[in-house]
């Protein structure tokens, strides 16, 4: 079974930095992981996502101030999103999610398991 798990969210004033982190496990083959967030109110939005080869796309929201990694270790993929410059428009819940066999997209119904969300949130 395919697990993503995030953490390292929490609360932080405007212009610091968060870094979140999702455990993923059970995914084999070629995939995609990103990032999404949620903000009341508001649709899910890509954030950023990375596909297996390492192509790598940012959000023009968060351009310059969000980046995504990757690394393995202990049969797991971690995915990262550290976060700078952090404004009050970041608040919302972030979500990591994994899309098997396909590339990456910014359509969130594209993706076929999602963690449980971490929130942000930047006073």
């Known amino acids: 079974d395919v697990q993503l798990v995030e953490s390292g969210g929490g609360s932080v004033e405007a212009g610091g930095s968060l870094r979140l982190s999702c455990a993923a496990s059970?995914?084999?083959?070629?995939?995609?992981m990103a990032w999404f967030r949620q903000a009341p109110g508001k649709e899910r939005e890509g954030v950023a996502n990375?596909?297996?080869?390492?192509?790598?796309?940012?959000a023009d929201s968060v351009k310059g101030r969000f980046t995504i990694s990757e690394d393995n270790a202990n049969a797991k993929i971690n995915l990262y999103l550290q976060m700078n410059s952090l404004k009050s428009d970041d608040t919302a819940m972030y979500f990591c999610?994994?899309?098997?066999?396909?590339?990456?997209?910014?359509?969130?119904?594209?993706?076929?398991?999602w963690g449980q969300g971490t929130q942000v949130t930047v006073s």
């Open positions: 990375k596909y297996t080869s390492g192509t790598t796309k940012i």
């Open positions: 999610a994994a899309r098997v066999d396909w590339g990456c997209t910014w359509s969130f119904d594209s993706y076929n398991y």
């Open positions: 059970g995914i084999r083959g070629n995939y995609c």
